[in-house]
T-cell receptor, first 113, second 114 residues
Framework: DQQVKQNSPSLSVQEGRISILNCDYTNSMFDYFLWYKKYPAEGPTFLIS?????DKNEDGRFTVFLNKSAKHLSLHIVPSQPGDSAVYFCAASGGGGADGLTFGKGTHLIIQP | NAGVMQNPRHLVRRRGQEARLRCSPMKGHSHVYWYRQLPEEGLKFMVYLQKENIIDESGMPKERFSAEFPKEGPSILRIQQVVRGDSAAYFC????????????FGQGTRLTVV
């Protein structure tokens, strides 16, 4: 029973263009969402987050959009840079269950030169 | 201010042996979370501890796995009688508060069971 889903295992984008990573969730009790970036052999690093009471949060090249009615969020990266190539995880907090975060399976973003 | 330190980075164990994974939280952090990442999967929550207390172990397998966070020293995740299916990356995250959204992750320990 996967409560956080990232349906694209990988995504290839040309340098300078916009990268859009998607995430869907099923638990309407989630109240906070986060995106993490992960390089091989390293731990996840926090990128950006959004509270369920907002629909948009922006930080530099990164913007997260939340559509509560659709239970969908997306991460926009513009412009995409070679250093953005990594695995991106969507995670959710709350949900009425365990105290830890609930993660999706990740999307491997590849930025093409 | 050093980050979350996990050791060893890589651990190889034969089936039936014990594995001990250590996590030293960031300075001032008294909340620790352990996650496991199986190949091609996302991170899965295992256990949440505060100093000397297990708060939530709902993600821990019922047998062979245990965790502690003593008053002094690192948090330890212990796996007894390891099996091949325990091969995974184990990540620790520490937080200054009960909010898991404020946690910082360590670099992980990659356990390989042969």
């Amino acid at each position: 029973d996967q409560q956080v889903k990232q349906n694209s295992p990988s995504l290839s984008v040309q340098e300078g263009r916009i990268s859009i990573l998607n995430c869907d969730y099923t638990n309407s009790m989630f109240d906070y969402f986060l995106w993490y970036k992960k390089y091989p052999a390293e731990g996840p690093t926090f990128l950006i987050s959004i509270s369920s009471i907002k629909d948009k949060n922006e930080d530099g090249r990164f913007t997260v959009f939340l559509n509560k009615s659709a239970k969908h969020l997306s991460l926009h990266i513009v412009p995409s840079q070679p250093g953005d190539s990594a695995v991106y995880f969507c995670a959710a907090s709350g949900g009425g269950g365990a105290d830890g975060l609930t993660f999706g399976k990740g999307t491997h973003l590849i930025i093409q030169p | 201010n050093a980050g979350v330190m996990q050791n060893p980075r890589h651990l190889v164990r034969r089936r039936g042996q014990e594995a001990r994974l250590r996590c030293s939280p960031m300075k001032g952090h008294s909340h620790v979370y352990w996650y496991r990442q199986l190949p091609e999967e996302g991170l899965k929550f295992m256990v949440y501890l505060q100093k000397e207390n297990i708060i939530d172990e709902s993600g821990m397998p019922k047998e062979r796995f245990s965790a502690e966070f003593p008053k002094e020293g690192p948090s330890i995740l212990r796996i007894q009688q390891v099996v091949r299916g325990d091969s995974a990356a184990y990540f620790c995250a520490s937080s200054p508060s009960f909010k898991n959204t404020e946690a910082f992750f360590g670099q992980g320990t990659r356990l390989t069971v042969v």
